[in-house]
Structures are given as structure tokens and as C-alpha cells.
């Protein structure tokens, strides 16, 4: 079992940023790809960002390419959100996810555990 914790939301204003923050325990870290989700009010669930194992490749939405980076620190059990110019579309509850069999690391039927989420919210 793979226990998840998000930190680092909040309010900020358009063009602002923030860093997601994401603790994971229960299993050897680095055997684990992570994935970021996130989840408006009254809309479905969608793919942020996702990095594997040792880090060296990573996926992003189309909508958050280029603002948002994604990374992780296999020592710390970490896996971060680096989240720039930010703008309304962006609020949401971001989730952290672990995936242990790989596949397709945009879907999120392919996550074991998931994390109960941080609350992002910008402001226009």
C-alpha cells in the first residue's frame, strides 16, 4: 500500500505560481511512476502531468505545457509541481497518483493510489 499527501495549494492571483508538493510512503519510491490530476467543480478528472521512475521522462497536458513542470526526488520520496503563470482555468483539487505496472501514464485508470488532493484556486 502506497500512502500519498499533497501539499502547496492555495490562493493566487493570474500569472502567479505556485509548487505542488507530493509525500509518498509505504513503498520504495523509486519503483513508482507519478502522476499529477486535478478536478474542477462539475467537470471530470483530467491528466496534468507524469514523470517515471528515475525521472528522466515526463508527460503534460497540452493545456499546462510549457507553464508546468513536473519532477521528483527519489531520495526525499517526493514528487513536485512547479506551477508558473497560472491562470483561472487552472483551479482546481490537484491529486497526486502512484502507478507500480507502467502503461499509459496519461490515463487514470492505470493508478494504484491516489492522494486526497490540495486545493488550487486562482483568481482572475
Known amino acids: 500500500q502506497v500512502q500519498l499527501v499533497e501539499s502547496g495549494g492555495g490562493l493566487v492571483q493570474a500569472g502567479g505560481s505556485l509548487r505542488l508538493s507530493c509525500a509518498a510512503s509505504?513503498?520504495?519510491?523509486?519503483?513508482?511512476?507519478m502522476g499529477w490530476f486535478r478536478q474542477a467543480p462539475g467537470k471530470a478528472r483530467e491528466f496534468v502531468a507524469a514523470?517515471?521512475?528515475?525521472?528522466?521522462?515526463?508527460f503534460y497536458a497540452d493545456s499546462v505545457k510549457g507553464r508546468f513542470t513536473v519532477s521528483r526526488d527519489n531520495a526525499q520520496n517526493m514528487v513536485y509541481l512547479q506551477m508558473n503563470s497560472l491562470q483561472f482555468e487552472d483551479t482546481a483539487i490537484y491529486h497526486c497518483?502512484?502507478?507500480?505496472?507502467?502503461?499509459?501514464?496519461?490515463?487514470?485508470?492505470?493508478?494504484?493510489?491516489w492522494g486526497q488532493g490540495t486545493q488550487v484556486t486562482v483568481s482572475s
Open positions: 497518483a502512484s502507478n507500480l505496472r507502467g502503461g499509459i501514464l496519461t490515463m487514470s485508470s492505470v493508478y494504484d493510489y
Open positions: 509505504g513503498r520504495t519510491f523509486s519503483t513508482l511512476n
Open positions: 514523470i517515471r521512475r528515475l525521472g528522466a521522462t515526463t
